[in-house]
């Protein structure tokens, strides 16, 4: 595991969802990127019974590049790394926490691999709606960002153009600190966070 940097990417005016990832697609294919397979990232998040105070959110956070572990991210910003069948618990626990089914948010799409990097392309949706797209790219030989951000800047401008110029909030914090998948999992939170709150049909 490298570092990971994760951007949104804006729709082109005029174009739809499926439209601005194809797009991304060919910038791949242009510069020699590989289709890997497919990838997934969701969230379901779970609240805490009306009856337990402070009312605490866990969002619990499945990624394909790591499939038998389960990431559960408090509110707080505390995460925890569990097995897989975490939600099994989260299941016994109705009385305690209450999943909310109509915010399950996931990214989806296709892998890519060229050099030392690997990109996906996220397309971005809660329950069935379609709420935008997620690039990430990960420089896989390095594990401090600081050290290779300009390399994934340079690599993010060639495919997204110049709205790439910072990391995220984030990671921004992070920079000289050794990355690892809690990271990664933080980093779509903050991005699942912007989609939730952005109305439907606002990109």
């Known amino acids: 595991m490298g570092v990971v940097s994760i951007h949104q990417f804006p729709i082109p005016e005029g174009k739809s969802g499926q439209q601005a990832i194809e797009i991304l697609q060919k910038r791949l294919e242009t510069i020699g990127a590989a289709k890997t397979g497919t990838f997934c990232v969701e969230c379901e998040t779970y609240y805490a019974a009306p009856h337990i105070n402070p009312n605490r959110a866990v969002n619990i956070i499945h990624d394909s590049e790591h499939p038998v572990t389960c990431f559960a991210l408090l509110d707080t910003g505390t ?87 910072c990391p995220s909030q984030y990671l921004q914090g992070k920079m000289n600190e ?19 709150r952005a109305p439907a049909g606002v990109r």
């Open 178 to 196: 050794i990355y690892t998948p809690v990271d990664t999992v933080q980093q779509y939170m903050e991005h699942f966070n912007v989609f939730r």
């Open 79 to 165: 995460c925890l790394m569990a097995d897989s069948q975490f939600d099994m618990i989260m299941a016994k626990m109705a009385g305690i926490y209450i999943p909310k089914k109509a915010i399950k948010i996931e990214s989806k799409g296709h892998r890519y691999e060229v050099q030392d990097f690997v990109i996906k392309i996220g397309s971005v949706c809660i329950g069935p709606s379609f709420r935008g797209i997620l690039v990430e790219v990960e420089y896989t030989p390095c594990v401090i960002p600081l050290s290779c951000w300009d390399l994934i800047r340079e690599l993010l401008q060639g495919i997204m153009g110049n709205c790439v110029q």
